[in-house]
């Protein structure tokens, strides 16, 4: 089944104790991205990248990191996550060069920052 | 940037009744736009691609280019159309990497 996995569904932990939430797809997909959900600002995008080796910030990258060493995944670091990072995240991809640009998403994980 | 907005962060409906989610966006040139759903506790889907003019769920949405409106519209809403729609730019977005989102809009419809 065609899908975007991300891990950990949910996650408490305390400030300034690094995370990373895991991202991966296998549609093949080229784009990726990172998006947080908050009440009343909607969807903000964080980073994405259009391929392999080749990120790019969002409009609120500031505490987290990305890689994109393989195709199919796409981890989103906080080195150091603090109360207001708290939020609602989504992993997303999409096929470069697709009729549609329609973007397939995740499932969402839900992080909390004590 | 070029930006996609929803003007209602809210709209509730009774069941049986017509509604329309509003967007506008500021593009130039030929847009293309979309719909997202995102039920309660389940991931953003696909509602509505602007390209393909067809009907989901009985939800439907023109593109209209001399308002700059991609309004969603369904003619009797359903108990189980409550959850959150986003009208979104296309991804990757191409030339311009800088394109926003609509901040989406809740729709309850109530018994």
């Known amino acids: 089944e065609a899908q975007v996995t991300q891990n950990p569904r949910y996650l408490i932990t305390v400030t300034g104790k690094k995370l990373t939430v895991t991202c991966s797809q296998n549609?093949?997909?080229?784009?990726m991205s990172w998006y947080r959900q908050d009440p009343g600002l909607g969807l903000r995008q964080i980073y994405y990248?259009?391929?392999?080796?080749?990120?790019d910030k969002g409009d609120v990258p500031e505490g987290y990191k990305v890689s994109r060493k393989e195709k199919r995944n796409f981890p989103l670091i906080l080195e150091s996550p603090s109360p207001n990072q708290t939020s609602l995240y989504f992993c997303?991809?999409?096929?470069?060069?697709?009729?549609?640009?329609?973007?397939?998403f995740g499932e969402g994980s839900r992080l909390t920052v004590l | 940037a070029q930006r996609v907005t929803q003007p209602e962060k809210l709209l509730s409906v009774f069941k049986g009744a017509p509604v329309e989610l509003k967007c506008n966006y500021s593009?130039?040139?030929?847009?293309?736009l979309f719909w997202y759903v995102q039920y309660s506790r389940q991931r953003l889907q696909l509602l509505l691609r602007?390209?393909?003019?067809?009907s989901i769920k009985g939800f439907t949405a023109d593109l209209n280019k001399g308002e700059t409106s991609f309004h969603l519209k369904k003619p009797f809403a359903q108990e189980e159309d409550s959850a959150m729609y986003y009208c979104?730019?296309?991804?990757?977005?191409?030339?311009?990497?800088?394109?926003?989102w609509g901040l989406g809009t809740s729709l309850a419809v109530n018994p």
């Open positions: 997303a991809s999409s096929l470069l060069g697709g009729p549609t640009g329609e973007l397939f």
């Open positions: 549609m093949n997909h080229e784009y």
């Open positions: 990248s259009m391929n392999v080796e080749v990120t």
């Open positions: 593009y130039s040139g030929s847009p293309e």
């Open positions: 602007h390209i393909s003019r067809e």
């Open positions: 979104a730019p296309p991804t990757p977005p191409g030339n311009n990497r800088k394109l926003i």
